[in-house]
């Protein structure tokens, strides 16, 4: 049983990963009381930029230079997570309509770090030899909390 347990858990490297969603969630949060609160569209997208440049850009390029290439080419996840990268990539960088990519992104990433949570990671655990993975944890840098936003509009 103990044994059992200890197989799947997931290895640091992953745990480090996933404690960086934790940005992506709290600006999902955000983004929704914004909404909600009729804010300035201007205010939410100015966390959103913020947000994206200092940690979900590094994250997701992260990802891509570790994680993904443990996974075969034509693996249906990885390719999946790729193209939502790609996808919410644009959707920070849209200017055209900024109330619905914002409605958009608060949508498209919880639902992105959701899918990595509970399947990605899991295929990644599966697959990868341990070394593999120790050496991820030792290159990687975790992404950690660099700054505070002042302008609360979420309280
Ligand atoms: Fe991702
Ligand atoms: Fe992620």
């Known amino acids: 049983m103990e044994e059992n347990v200890k ?13 960086e969603h934790h940005y992506a969630l709290l600006l999902c949060w955000r983004i ?5 609160k009729s804010v300035e569209l201007d205010r939410i997208k100015q966390l959103s930029d913020w ?18 290439p443990l996974l075969d080419e034509d693996d249906k996840l990885k390719k999946r997570a790729i193209a939502e990268h790609r ?9 055209s309509d900024i109330k619905r990519a914002l ?21 990644i655990q599966e697959v990868a030899e341990n070394e593999q993975l120790r050496k991820i944890e030792q290159l990687h840098q975790e992404i950690k909390p660099t ?4 302008d609360n509009f979420w309280d």
């Open 7 to 19: 197989s799947i858990k997931r290895h640091k490297a992953i745990q480090m990963f996933s404690r």
């Open 103 to 123: 409605n958009l992104i608060e949508e498209e990433l919880e639902a992105h770090i959701r899918f990595e949570e509970k399947n990605l990671f899991n295929r």
């Open 32 to 36: 929704r009381q914004g909404l909600k």
């Open 87 to 95: 996808r919410l990539e644009r959707l920070f960088n849209d200017t």
């Open 51 to 68: 947000t994206f440049k200092t940690y979900l850009k590094p994250h997701f390029e992260e990802e891509e230079k570790h994680f993904f």
């Open 147 to 150: 700054d505070i936003w002042k």
